[in-house]
């Protein structure tokens, strides 16, 4: 496992095939260290490339513009980060929780670009939500995050994002993520998700689409996710009893989904 960067964008990579297989997008309270189980079973794989994003304005990685972005802002930056990359091969686009906002952004810019989108516990947004509902909501979360700070906000709120039943190495490796964030990527990310509306960001989309979250998910339910795939027409995948932070709690039932518990393709003798 790797941490690379550009001027614009730092991530973590795993996996020795020439070109991306799968391209990772964290929650709006994470990193690219989310995605560490992935990460690890594509090390030393030589038929696939995983890519994990710190998104704009988390971690090292460069801010969007504007201070009240759009889903597209982060969709855009996803494809400038793969073409300064090289990247030609179409991807296996995953979105965690405000990642699939993105993540179906991207997909809806440049569809020929992605093999297949997933969409882990979806956030749908609130663009469509009444004004006075949308405001409290993005309001609630910048009145927590001044008021704890990171580090205080990641100690409020590490163990709901997981079930009951996760260790405390889970717990312990979400708050270490969500303590890391840099408050003003976090209020831009938190302003997208207000301003966002998934659905609008699906339609149209002829890539296959799956859906998929845990049966312990208090932050994105079960029932919220089954409208994302009822508007696709796809099922809703379970990934057991699990919570939000699905890719580390439910990280073999991911990877599964992701076809990296394949053994790696026999080269031609």
């Known amino acids: 496992m790797s941490l690379m960067s550009r001027p614009q964008t730092r991530w973590r990579e795993a996996g020795l095939a ?36 710190d998104a704009p304005g988390y971690g090292q990685s460069e801010p969007v513009a504007p201070e009240a972005p759009q889903p597209s802002a982060y969709g855009e930056r996803v ?29 809806r810019l440049a569809p020929e670009r992605v093999k297949a ?38 100690h409020a709120r590490a163990a709901a994002m997981l079930s009951p039943q996760a260790s405390p190495a889970q717990v312990e490796a979400v708050r270490a993520n969500m303590a890391q964030v840099r408050p003003e990527g976090y209020a831009q990310a938190a302003r997208m998700l207000a301003l966002g509306v ?17 049966a312990l998910d208090s932050i994105t339910p079960p029932e919220a996710c089954q409208a994302v795939a009822d508007h696709l027409g796809v099922p809703l995948l379970d990934l ?13 039932a991911v990877n599964a989904l992701l076809k990296l518990d394949l053994p790696p393709a026999r080269s031609p003798a």
Do not use: F, N
Not at 132 to 146: I, M, N, P, S, V
Not at 240 to 252: D, I, K, M, N, R
């Open 79 to 107: 494809w400038a980060w793969l073409d300064a990359l090289g990247q030609q091969a179409p991807v296996v686009l995953v979105g965690h929780s405000l990642g699939a906002l993105m993540a179906a952004a991207a997909t």
């Open 240 to 252: 057991g009893p699990v919570g939000h932070a699905c890719a580390l709690e439910a990280a073999s």
């Open 117 to 154: 989108l997933v969409l882990l516990s979806p956030a749908r947004g609130y663009g469509d939500a009444p004004p006075a509902e949308r405001e409290h909501k993005l309001q609630a979360r910048l009145d927590t995050l001044a008021r704890l700070g990171p580090e205080g906000m990641a």
């Open 198 to 214: 998934l659905r609008e960001e699906l339609a149209g989309l002829r890539c296959p689409v799956s859906v998929a979250c845990g």
């Open 18 to 53: 020439p070109q991306a297989t799968h391209v990772l997008l964290h929650g709006i309270g994470s990193a690219s260290a989310s995605w560490s189980e992935q990460l690890r079973a594509a090390e030393g794989r030589p038929d696939v490339r995983l890519l994990a994003w």
